[in-house]
């Protein structure tokens, strides 16, 4: 029941479906003008603050610029890869393909082949609100073994449904092992609910974090670029819309996680 409502709730408070909400209830007011007009302004804010740059920017730097990787990665025991950056090998797709999250399998076998780890264990399991027809922890490894990790190398962890499970039943299997440094890589906007989780489990966590939106660059023509450029940023888009979804995400998983006790 938790893993359903953790995917049928937040959607209603995240920046398009609070809007939706608003227009529904700005129908229901229509003998009342002053509400109705009230709730509309209402959904354009969300709108307006969800879709321009510098509110997604602000919040998605706060959150991958947390946890920096440093200068230089020192070694562990074990790569610990997260899940999520793989599309099952459904018709029409010809074998298992990266989304956009894919930078993390790419920069896990990076950190292999540099010789950081000896081997790499892969979380992710299927949910049952996907019907997904294959393991996302065995799609990450067909494209690891693509990417020259031999296969003897790599720990599969298919259990988990959530970032909770990936650190539980990853540490299981570390600790039966008697490992205590890992290397975690996920997304730098994930990173910093993944890292208290493995930190909670007593886990040594050196972040490995990858696929970021905020760029140093990007995140200075945001604020020295010209006034025309400044303006543009703040006109509401689907691409910044869909950030500040992702950060408010990752902020509503922390929240609920401390609620929970998990961390």
Request: hydrophobic share 45%.
């Amino acid at each position: 029941m938790f893993v359903f409502l953790s995917k049928f709730l937040p959607p209603f408070v995240y920046p398009l479906g609070l809007v939706v909400l608003l227009v529904a209830a700005a129908l229901l007011l229509r003998k009342h003008p002053g509400w109705q007009r009230a709730v509309l302004i209402g959904a354009l804010a969300v709108l307006f603050l969800g879709g321009n740059r510098w509110v997604s920017y602000s919040l998605t730097k706060n959150l991958e610029w947390k946890h920096l990787p440093p200068a230089e990665m020192p070694n562990a025991e074990v790569i610990v890869l997260l899940g999520g950056g793989t599309e099952p090998p459904e018709p029409p797709r010809p074998m298992v393909e990266l989304n956009g999250a894919g930078d993390r399998i790419v920069y896990a076998a990076y950190l292999y082949q540099q010789g950081k780890a000896e081997r790499i264990l892969i979380s992710g399991g299927t949910t049952w609100m996907t019907g997904q027809t294959s393991n996302p922890a065995a799609d990450m490894g067909a494209l690891l073994d693509l990417l020259g990790v031999p296969e003897e190398r790599l720990l599969l962890q298919g259990r988990s449904q959530n970032t909770y499970e990936d650190a539980l039943y990853s540490c299981e299997m570390l600790k039966e092992m008697g490992v205590q440094r890992i290397l975690l890589v996920t997304s730098a906007s994930h990173m910093p609910r993944a890292l208290a989780l493995f930190e909670k489990q007593g886990m040594q966590v050196t972040p490995a974090p990858v696929d970021f939106k905020v760029t140093q660059k990007g995140w200075d023509d945001l604020h020295n670029g010209s006034i025309a450029n400044r303006l543009i940023y703040l006109m509401p888009n689907a691409s910044d819309l869909g950030l500040t979804t992702n950060s408010l995400k990752e902020y509503i998983g922390m929240w609920v996680y401390r609620l929970r006790g998990w961390l």
